[in-house]
């Protein structure tokens, strides 16, 4: 089985950078996906990583270690829109996704 | 490209009668999930189609939940008999690819509500 830690709620101010953290513990661990999901909607993706790394995609980067079981999210230039919550969630392979309890992110102006 | 679509968006059933919930895959998705998420925990796996057959049903709670995806398009999650702990937001997705488990994109949800 898998499980995943990551903070309950984490507050920025627009404009700034935050980062968003996730511990996993697992069995078969293949790779780590992020999730935004606004207001209980659908949950969107965001970034995986399957390797070692930082994974970029345009204001949105992850990252992961395998060796220390951990990766993050950072999220740059927030924007208001940005307040959501957002999930780390881990593959242990072809099927199954284990998702944490999710982050809320809360931008101020 | 049309998303994910998921049919009700809710429902409200009393305890011990029948529903069917439905998923609309994206086009040419082989692969498609089901999650369910009761309020207050996380999202949980269900199982994973591939094309019509089950490739992983470990996360099915009991046999009162049935899955299925005829022809390898749309596919329906059946709760017969509903009880009160089935309560929740029931979350379709779809994917392509040997990545598919890592790049999954979800449908709007199923809000079930079992009085």
């Known amino acids: 089985g898998q499980s995943l830690e990551q903070p309950s709620e984490v507050t920025a101010v627009e404009g700034a950078i935050v980062q968003i953290n996730c511990t996993y513990q697992?069995?078969?661990?293949?790779?780590l996906s992020w999730y935004q999901q606004h207001d209980g909607g659908a949950p969107t993706f965001l970034s995986y990583?399957?390797?070692?790394g930082l994974e970029e995609t345009g204001r949105f980067s992850s990252f992961l270690s395998r060796s220390d079981s951990y990766g993050y999210l950072l999220l740059q230039e927030l924007q208001m829109k940005d307040s959501a919550s957002y999930f780390c969630?881990?593959?242990?392979?072809?099927?199954?996704?284990?998702f944490g309890k999710g982050t809320m992110l809360l931008v101020s102006p | 490209e049309a998303g994910v679509t998921q049919f009700p968006s809710h429902s409200v059933i009393e305890k011990g009668q029948t529903v069917t919930l439905r998923c609309d895959p994206i086009?040419?998705?082989?692969?498609l999930y089901w999650y369910r998420r009761v309020m207050g925990k996380e999202i949980k796996f269900l199982l994973h189609?591939?094309?019509?057959?089950?490739?992983?049903e470990s996360g099915m709670p009991n046999n009162r939940f049935l899955a299925e995806r005829t022809g390898g398009t749309y596919s329906t999650l059946k709760v017969q008999p509903a009880e009160l702990e089935d309560s929740g937001v029931y979350f379709c997705?779809?994917?392509?690819?040997?990545?598919?488990?890592?790049?999954?994109?979800f449908g709007p949800g199923t809000r079930l509500t079992v009085t």
């Open positions: 997705a779809s994917s392509q690819g040997r990545q598919g488990a890592l790049e999954q994109y």
């Open positions: 697992t069995s078969g661990f293949y790779g």
């Open positions: 990583n399957a390797l070692d």
């Open positions: 969630a881990a593959s242990s392979g072809y099927s199954t996704l284990t």
């Open positions: 086009s040419g998705h082989d692969n």
């Open positions: 189609f591939v094309k019509e057959s089950k490739q992983d």
